[in-house]
């Protein structure tokens, strides 16, 4: 669970309600939720079906809680715990997340990097200019950030890649220039455009300008039969 996190703080105003639109720059967003209010406070739903645990096959406690970020947004932790082999995983989502795939591109040409990025288990972030891309994993969570934050992590895989990469390899080179236009972007010299896509849905972006992000709706995947 990240340590920087508030106090637990339930919301006591109904979130407005607007439509999906993928009109360009509105984003996709649902601002409702399907969980009922008593006395002004979330609800969750029982959970009808036990859990077993992936290490012992016992089942396991689920604890959810909600949290108020300092910005207003309600999100909502998960904690899985196993009794028998201690066996543990937190994981957190929005309480408004956006349900239509689709693939967000967020222009940031003013050195603004407040701009929120919140990323499902499908969602993939890509920078072209500076050439790196974050794919999901199979194992991969729900985590929220900003560019800054997405900026940071991209500069980690970078340089643990030129620290554990022969410097007369050709992927070296690459990545020392990688490296060289990540830092301009950082220090606000070059501009740049964040592409997060999402095939599944789960993943969007809450620009600080609206009219910095086009999103562009795409046909969920579906599973061959």
Known sequence: MNPDLPSPSPSSSTPPSSSPNSSTPSSPMKKNTSMSRRDGNYEFPPLEQGITCPICQEEVEITRTMYK????????????????????????????????PGVYRLT????????????????????????????????????????????????????????T??????????????????????????????????????????PTTESKMIFTPKEPIKENN
């Open 69 to 100: 970020l300092p910005d207003g947004d309600d999100i909502i932790i998960f904690v899985i715990q196993c009794a028998a082999c201690m066996y543990r995983k937190t994981d957190m989502i929005p309480v408004f997340t956006a349900f239509q």
């Open 165 to 206: 990469t022969p410097q007369d390899a050709v992927e070296w080179k690459n990545a020392h220039t990688a490296k060289t236009s990540l830092v301009a972007c950082k220090n606000g010299q070059q501009n740049f455009t964040l592409i997060l896509t999402d095939p599944e849905g789960g993943s969007y972006v809450t």
């Open 108 to 163: 940031v040409d003013d050195g603004d990097f407040t701009h929120k990025i919140f990323r499902g288990a499908t969602g993939n972030i890509e920078i072209p200019e500076i050439g790196v891309i974050i794919e999901r994993g199979p194992a991969a969570t729900f985590d929220f950030t900003n560019v800054e934050g997405i900026l940071l992590k991209m500069e980690q895989q970078v340089d643990f890649f030129l620290s």
